[in-house]
């Protein structure tokens, strides 16, 4: 029993609701592991190796500040792509280029390299968050997002390899181009391809970004780059690796998980208060060697553990909850690359004035009698604020949301002329044989009236937009057409996760059944099966990477 419960408690922390198909988190997987190859040579070539103080000669803060304006620019791009697998490949082949260009010793050749991968870059970013967004939901979004961080983080580390040795440096484009040609197979079998339809909107970016809720989740997050940038400027990056990576992992798998369970706002305030713990901790040791039984410089690892890829896990949940909204998917890019435009504000703003605020504290020693230790307590007044400012947010994981599957009512599948395939209730079986019938009557009656119903509604509004939805006193009719049939979904909560699901559930069962529903001449039994793909896609008992 207690084997059981603790298989149950798994897999509804870690597992429940995570669907993805082989194929979408197989082609996540690997573009965004070269992204963080890239990303993590970048790093440790022209920031860990050169101690915080600059990048080709240039001020890290400036840096900074071009890598904000860059993202804000190049995802204005990303929105208008509607083949984003397609372009992601493109991109990274630029971004290749780029890379073999820096290897050269010949100085403009170096400087178009480094130019060509700092355009390149953040929209790789942007282009693999929007895949990640359009195969994700409100439900699973914390934690594939923490999975696939926490792993191709690890596995970026080998890219330390080439830079360390600098002869191997030569040959880092190799290993990029090999993870290209991996992407572009994965590529074949699976495409992200947006569709006007699904990009028209009547909302402006503007009024979007200025809404109330979304105000306060971007600032909230300039805030904490704020926090992060202070850090950089006073203790710069010098952690132990395998510490910081070891932290990193731990901690976005907790986070992922707490983010999906309890919710984005509870979350985020928990991790703030985390991070409080380290920021007092600095300020009460300032100089001391050892702080709680530990070297400075683990301490300093776990910290930024803590700190560095949870901030962005945070970012991309947050932004994409945000662009799924009604409306709002237009614009999916440019608001998750506003979200890291800000951070990067964030970081720039707080690495400059740290830098500046520290650098007055040591020329005018007399500052420190009317504000003392101001340097060191200065991320701890900004937490204090954070905190408060973060209380009047919205929370996005809403426990109707979280408790989906107890909305659903019945589960109607039937042929594209009415007759009835398969019908499924989702609450308690009706007990006796009389009602056992009377089902059996209804199913055949109710497909032929929804098929009745979508076909004069048709008909009358002269669309070829198929019927999506239809409320009625507190009931909502979802629908999701295949080829050859229609299936219904009657819940008593409208629920964008049951559309999402039902168009999931539609397609795997027109591949299983396809045959059969080509061929079609009124046997139903070979739909028998069909439980199993209801309970793979209905059922919060069971959770899968791979469908």
Known sequence: MKKESLKNWFVRV??????????????????????????????????????MVSVINIEIGVILFILAISFLTSVILVDKIKNRTRHFNLV???????????????????????????????????????????????????????????????????????????????????????????????????????????????????????????????????????????????????????????????????AGCFLDNIGRKTSIILGILLLSFFLISYGSYIDAPIIFGMPRKIFLSIHYGFSLLPLILAIQTISGDFSTERGNLKYRGRINGLFLALMFLGIAIGFTFSRWINGLYTLYPELDNFIPNFPNLLNGFVIVILLVWMMAMKEFLISKEKNWSSAMINLYIFSVHGVGLYYHNFEKKPQGEEKEKKNEMDEDIISGALTGVVAIISEITQSKKQLRKIDKEGYHLLFSFGKYHVVCLISNMDLPVLLKKLDEFSKDFEIKFGKYLKNFLGDVSPFDSTKYLIDKYFSQKYGFFFK
Not at 16 to 41: Q, T
Not at 122 to 134: A, C, K, N, R, Y
Not at 205 to 226: A, C, H, M, P, V
């Open 14 to 51: 870690f597992a429940r609701d995570i669907d993805l198909s082989k194929n979408s988190l197989v082609y996540l997987f690997f573009s965004l592991l070269a992204i963080f190859l890239v990303i993590e040579a970048f790093l440790y070539k022209y920031v860990v190796l050169t101690e």
């Open 92 to 254: 990274l082949l630029f971004c290749i280029i780029g890379i073999f260009f820096s290897a050269f010793s010949e100085v403009i050749l170096y400087y178009i390299g480094l130019l060509i991968v700092l355009m390149t870059v953040p929209q790789l970013i942007t282009l693999w968050f929007t895949t990640l967004v359009h195969e994700t939901n409100l439900l699973n979004r914390g934690r594939i997002t923490a999975f696939l961080l926490a792993s191709c983080s690890l596995l970026g580390w080998f890219s330390f390899i080439f830079v360390s040795f600098e002869f191997l440096y030569n040959y880092f484009f190799i290993l990029v181009l090999i993870l290209l040609l991996i992407i572009f197979w994965c590529s074949r079998k699976y495409k992200y391809i947006e569709t006007e339809e699904r990009l028209k909107s009547d909302k402006k970016f503007f009024k979007i970004i200025f809404e109330k809720q979304f105000f306060r989740y971007s600032s909230s997050f300039t805030i904490l780059g704020f926090i992060l940038g202070d850090l950089l400027a006073r203790y710069s990056f010098d952690v132990d690796f395998f510490v910081f990576f070891l932290a990193s992992t731990i901690y976005l798998i907790a």
